[in-house]
Structures are given as C-alpha cells and as structure tokens.
Antibody
Framework: EVQLVQSGAEVKRSGDALRISCKASGYTFSNYWIGWVRQMPGKGLEWMGIIYPGDSDTKYSPSFQGQVTISADKSINTAFLQWSSLKASDSAMYYC??????????????WGKGTTVNVSS | YELTQPPSVSVSPGQTARITCSSD??????VHWYQQKPGQAPVLVIYKDTERPSGIPERFSGSDSGTTVTLIISGVQAEDEADYYC???????????FGGGTKLTVL
C-alpha cells in the first residue's frame, strides 16, 4: 500500500527555522515526483512545488520560489519542506503528495494527512 | 494565469451537480479534480480531464470543452457535500495551479 506519513504539528515563533518531513512507503521513491501543497486556515489549496528524488529536479510555483526549499533524501524515502525564517503568514496546513506527470501537468494521486504549522509573532 | 471556479454550487439529492473550471490556457493543459471534506486531506476524484481513479464512484465524471472543464456528479448523495478543486499547470508545465475551490452543498 502506498503511504505518505507526515511529521507532527509544529508551533514556532517568527524568525525560527523549520523543516517538516514526509516519509514514503509502498513504492519506488526515486521514480515519482513528490511535492507540497499549502492550505491556510479557511482557505483553498495552493500548489507549492515538487521534487523528483531520482535526480533532485525541483519545480516551484512562482508564489513560493525563494520562500521555501523542497528537498528529498532517497536513502530514507523522505521529502522535506524547509523554511529559513518563518513568518506568521506561514501558519497553515501543509500536505505532501506523490505526483504523477501527465502531458505537461502534474497531479497528486496519494496524499499525506497534513502537518499543521503555527507561527506566532 | 488563473483557474476560475464558481464559489458555490447547490443541488438536491439525486440531481446532477456540475462544477466548472475555466482558463484561456486549458485547451493546452490537462485538468485534475479533488474532493476535500472538512478536516481531511484532498482526494483525487478525476485525473487527466476525464479519468476516474479506482475506488471513486462512477457518478463522478469529467468533461472537457475548450477553455472550460467540468466535474460532473450524477445522482448526488449527501456524502458528496465537500469542497472541490481543479488543478492544472501553467502553459510551459513548470508549475501547478489550483482553482479557488467550489463548495458543493447538498440541499
């Protein structure tokens, strides 16, 4: 069974660094894109970016380019989302999802349960 | 680049719900649809415009008409009440983009 298990909820302060994780199982991690989606409280889904663990090729939404870093460690089948300096506006639920490439677009077919990040100012 | 969805759609049980997703670039990119219920992660219900993942009821289908793609839920049931999002990509396939979401209310 394909599964994505995300790390637990985080409570941080503005300016803190943070890395959250998403551990994959049940498939060959290196062969699929994996990425992150943000959902701010009461708002819609926002596509942040994806990484191909096989060669670390990474794609970011222009809205998130330079704001976060997406990485992956093939040796432990885990993807990461990282901030160097959190802002209160980063408070949100973050989902990881395995992505499939389909003729110029990507879609997430398997999702984690989400990681809540709460940043106080 | 934007994907436009109606904020809300309401239907009675047993009726057909149609949720649209529109953009000038859609004829060149595939669209995928997600269902999200409160407190839960999104679930893929339609991919590549019209394909249905295994385990998704047959009442969910998709249609494509130029700059507008439609999620169709036939014979709506109370359990279908949820937020629905379309997902596509920019014209170069460099990044993904969600529509703003549509709240489906089953009356």
């Amino acid at each position: 069974e394909v599964q994505l298990v995300q790390s637990g909820a985080e409570v941080k302060r503005s300016g803190d660094a943070l890395r959250i994780s998403c551990k994959a199982s049940g498939y060959t991690f290196s062969n699929y894109w994996i990425g992150w989606v943000r959902q701010m409280p009461g708002k819609g889904l926002e596509w942040m970016g994806i990484i191909y663990p096989g060669d670390s090729d990474t794609k970011y939404s222009p809205s998130f380019q330079g704001q976060v870093t997406i990485s992956a460690d093939k040796s432990i089948n885990t993807a990461f989302l990282q901030w160097s300096s959190l802002k209160a506006s980063d408070s949100a639920m973050y989902y990881c999802a395995r992505h499939i490439f389909a003729l110029g677009s990507y879609y997430g077919d398997v999702w984690g349960k989400g990681t809540t990040v709460n940043v106080s100012s | 680049y934007e994907l436009t969805q109606p904020p809300s759609v309401s239907v009675s049980p047993g009726q057909t719900a149609r949720i649209t997703c529109s953009s000038d670039d859609l004829p060149k990119q595939l669209v995928h649809w997600y269902q999200q219920k409160p407190g839960q992660a999104p679930v893929l219900v339609i991919y590549k415009d019209t394909e249905r993942p295994s385990g998704i009821p047959e009442r969910f289908s998709g249609s494509d008409s130029g700059t507008t793609v439609t999620l169709i839920i036939s014979g709506v049931q109370a359990e279908d009440e949820a937020d629905y999002y379309c997902l596509s990509a920019d014209i170069s396939g460099s990044y993904g983009l969600f529509g703003g979401g549509t709240k489906l209310t089953v009356l």
